[in-house]
């Protein structure tokens, strides 16, 4: 195989698209990427090219599965909407209702907006703390807030998914890797998952560019508490680690939910077509519950229930230039996942043309992922 071939297939509209997913994959110094586009009420770009390993020797299949970093905490934090809309769940209530030893005074709505200020562990914890959920739940139970909940935001970059999936194991007694696959991926034939089998792993993209030079960029400007609440458990960014059989098989649901572009697509047309969620709980959980600086990743950040949320959409950006959203204007729904470790300005690239064939404005450097 060519490593510039691209396959799947784009509508003749969308051609461009394409052509510059082409360019993007031609770019891509480690493994490949994928990207696709829901228009219309249908699935009209899927797309993906290049090589799934770091060896240059295993193609990029329809149903490789990569790990898109943080375009993972949306999966997670649906599947604790669903039991919200059957009122296992509520909202308002404290986390202690729910777990008793969580020592935050945060409510459950605090903890899927990230206001409840658990970002960061007290002590110091080994990679291997990832491996084991209840380990890692009892660290972040004892470990005090960083603010008082609900008066300010930051991003719980390493910890969100077990703050919000041990809240979906409490009520309901499933794992939330476990709760997803039952209730939401395989219902709807989304190829993405939380803890994979060794099926899926056979189809794992090693993630690649997760050099010293790309972490030095990433701590760049960024707030003290920033290196807290990434390098500790330590290996998140390491990719001997994140390409681990161990990794892949733990349930990480902030940041190693596995997947294609195809279901990240798939999943926001879901959402925005009722499939997962009343029309009354979904507009609650893309509109914005705190506005403000981000106490961990700095800027200004709107949060709905588990959704980065802007004037026009709502959606995730992952660390090294994934993303999965929804264009409520523009009306359609984008997935991109990259093997490559970078910035966001491919899918920016690739947005852009596709919102070009539908004829609609180009995103301003403020609206960029």
């Not at 509508?11 to 994959?25: I, K, L, N, T």
């Not at 390409?243 to 990480?252: F, G, H, L, P, Q």
């Not at 195809?262 to 709980?281: E, I, K, M, N």
Request: proline content about 6%; overall charge negative.
């Amino acid at each position: 195989m060519d490593d510039m071939d691209v396959q799947g297939y784009a509508d003749a509209r969308f051609g461009p698209v394409r052509e510059s997913f082409a360019d993007v994959v031609r770019a891509q110094p480690g493994t490949g990427a994928g990207l696709a586009a829901w228009c219309d009420g249908r699935l009209a770009v899927d797309l993906w090219g290049g090589y799934a390993d770091l060896a240059r020797t295993r193609p990029w299949q329809a149903g490789s599965l990569v790990q898109p970093y943080s375009v993972s905490k949306p999966f997670a934090a649906v599947c604790a909407l669903r039991l919200v809309e059957r009122g296992r769940l509520d909202l308002d209530a404290p986390v202690q209702r729910y777990w008793p030893q969580f020592r935050a005074p945060a409510t459950v709505r605090h903890v899927l907006s990230h206001q409840a200020g658990v970002v960061a562990l007290d002590r110091p914890a080994p990679t291997a703390v990832f491996y084991d959920w209840d380990a890692l739940c009892a660290l972040l139970a004892a470990s005090p807030p960083l603010w008082e909940p609900g008066t300010a935001l930051g991003e719980s970059a390493l910890f969100y998914g077990h703050l919000v999936g041990e809240l979906v194991r409490r009520v309901d007694g499933r794992s939330v890797g476990r709760f997803f696959a039952q209730e939401i991926g395989g219902p709807l034939g989304l190829d993405f998952a939380f803890g994979l089998n060794p099926a899926q792993q056979a189809l794992a993209v090693d993630i690649t560019g997760l050099s010293e030079e790309f972490r030095a960029a990433g701590r760049a400007d960024r707030s003290p508490l920033y290196q807290l609440a990434m390098d500790n458990p330590p290996g998140a960014l390491d990719a001997d680690v994140v390409n681990s059989a161990a990794w892949r098989a733990a349930e990480i649901p902030a940041i190693n939910g596995h997947g294609t572009a195809a279901a990240v697509a798939g999943f926001y047309h879901a959402l925005t077509a009722g499939r997962l969620l009343s029309p009354g709980l979904l507009a609650e959980a893309v509109s914005p519950q705190c506005a403000g600086p981000d106490r961990v990743f700095g800027g200004d950040k709107a949060w709905g229930l588990g959704f980065a949320v802007k004037a026009d959409g709502y959606g995730m950006a992952g660390l090294g230039g994934s993303y999965g959203g929804t264009d409520t204007d523009g009306g359609y729904t984008i997935g991109f996942v990259t093997g490559s470790a970078g910035n966001h300005d491919r899918v920016d690239q690739l947005e852009n043309v596709l919102r070009s064939c539908l004829g609609l404005g180009q995103l301003s450097a403020e609206e960029g992922q």
